[in-house]
């Protein structure tokens, strides 16, 4: 039974859901759109490639939320809370999670399902060669625009472990679980839960330090220090 939901009907509901979301939030979506191009110069839109189903590239769609060329200001990784390069309106949207409607859109196209693991950079945490054959396995479902890991730590979560959450929903995907997860996901975002990143992101196995800097084996680096020109880009995340 689950293998005939995850095959079929999951995405049968995650059209059906998505075209109700869009019929009846379309005017939600026409305003946020306006003011976000009213509050700062730049597109409405910020598109970003992320890997989806089988490793798969696809371009994300977000409501900006930053201002032009943030990737070029700043700490360039993530936002902090008081990151002066999110825009007013940005801090709304995304305290809301209204920044993440747009992906209605790459649902109907078929990049992403409602629930599901959240897309991960092209080159963050790591490219996707760099993937064990275990970590890989959290490619095998679509990535959805809310998962297990969000409800369990969302951006506080660090990326190994994050994975690892992202593997146990797809071993235990099911109707119930789903359903579970997407009331989690809207207390989540009505208590505005674990919506700062926090810390390091990326934390480097022991054996690792000796190349990063003559660290203690459990400290943690940004991923900044470890990517620094690729994790100029990932200010979106």
């Known amino acids: 039974m689950r293998k005939i939901y995850n095959r079929f009907f999951k995405r049968v509901i995650d059209l059906f859901l998505s075209i109700l979301a869009l019929l009846l939030l379309w005017p939600l979506l026409l305003i946020v759109a306006i003011i976000v191009k009213c509050d700062s110069k730049g597109p409405v839109l910020f598109k970003q490639e992320r890997l989806g189903r089988d490793g798969r590239v696809f371009r994300i769609l977000k409501f900006r939320s930053m201002v032009v060329d943030a990737e070029h200001t700043g700490s ?11 825009t ?4 709304f949207i995304r305290a809301t999670s209204l920044d993440e409607l747009p992906q209605i859109f790459n649902i ?22 760099e993937y064990t054959d275990e970590q890989r396995r ?8 809310t998962g297990w890991a969000q409800v369990h730590g969302r951006k506080g979560v ?10 146990w929903y ?4 099911s109707f119930f679980l789903d359903v579970k997860i997407f009331f989690m996901t809207i207390f989540k975002v009505l208590r505005n839960s674990d919506n700062v990143n926090s810390g390091a992101t990326v934390e480097i196995p022991a054996q690792e330090t000796k ?9 943690t680096v940004p991923a900044a220090e470890l990517e620094p020109v690729a994790a100029a880009k990932s200010i979106e995340e």
Do not use: Q
């Open 108 to 129: 109907l196209r078929g990049d992403m399902a409602l629930i599901g693991p959240r897309p991960p950079l092209t080159y963050h945490p790591w490219p996707i060669g």
């Open 170 to 173: 797809v071993d235990h995907v």
């Open 88 to 91: 007013r309106i940005g801090r």
């Open 211 to 219: 190349e990063v800097e003559p660290a203690t084996a459990s400290e």
């Open 158 to 167: 660090e990326w190994h472990k994050r994975i690892e959450l992202n593997v």
């Open 76 to 86: 360039g990784v993530y936002s902090e809370k008081g990151d002066v390069r999110v």
């Open 138 to 145: 959290m490619f095998d479902v679509r990535p959805g625009i």
